[in-house]
């Protein structure tokens, strides 16, 4: 399987915390993206990150990628409830098909 | 702009009958589509690669005559199940590609599919 792995599975954390998810994969990319997902529903995009990028931000997210690690993070500053979800991040390779990571669920308490 | 519609959000079947699935760009044309499936708990897994006007390409170990795509127009792609059994029952989710717009795929909102 070419899917990515992404850690933790799953993270719990207070309202106003920080929350950090890793990414990594195995093959070369052309860009890597992360989504958001709330229960039984689609996907969100949330940001896209080029091969040639190394750090990217969108209001309170922060992603970074490392393509010597073969490795991204997804930071979002100052949780919120509404930010309780799946997050999941997608490479996509030279054919433009996206291949997904096992996703982090992530719970914030208020 | 950019939205993905799919038809319907959720459907309940006999095991063995075949359901249609449809994915629609509404302001958009796609000249790719893509099919993927998710079970409970788990992680989007590709299906196929639906290009308009061609034959679809399938992912290793997805079988070509059970999940049958048609993609006859730039804005609409279907997913047939056919003769479907209690293990096809999952979340099915199309995403589409604009044609103007290599990089950008918007996803659909989703398929519920049980087989009783």
């Known amino acids: 399987s070419q899917q990515g792995e992404e850690d933790p599975q799953a993270l719990s954390i207070q309202e106003g915390e920080n929350a950090t998810m890793n990414c990594s994969y195995k093959?070369?990319?052309?860009?890597l993206q992360w989504y958001r997902q709330n229960s039984g529903r689609g996907l969100v995009h949330l940001i896209l990150i080029r091969s040639n990028e190394r750090e990217k931000h969108s209001g309170r997210l922060r992603v970074t990628l490392d393509t010597s690690k073969k490795s991204s993070s997804l930071l979002i500053t100052a949780s919120r409830a509404a930010d309780t979800a799946s997050y999941f991040c997608a490479t996509e390779n030279q054919g433009g098909k996206l291949i997904f990571g096992q996703g982090t669920e992530l719970s914030v308490k208020p | 702009g950019a939205v993905v519609s799919q038809h319907p959000s959720w459907v309940i079947c006999k095991s063995g009958t075949s359901v249609k699935i449809e994915c629609r760009s509404l302001?958009?044309?796609?000249?790719?589509m893509f099919w993927y499936r998710q079970f409970p708990k788990q992680s989007l897994m590709l299906m196929a690669t639906s290009n308009e006007g061609s034959k679809a390409t399938y992912e290793q170990g997805v079988e070509k005559d059970k999940f049958l795509i048609n993609h006859a127009s730039l804005t609409l792609s279907t997913l047939t199940v056919t003769s479907a059994h209690p293990e096809d029952s999952s979340f099915y989710i199309c995403s589409a590609r604009r044609t103007d717009s290599y990089n950008e795929q918007f996803f659909g909102p989703g398929t519920r599919l049980t087989v009783l």
């Open positions: 093959t070369s990319i052309n860009n």
């Open positions: 302001d958009f044309q796609a000249t790719t």
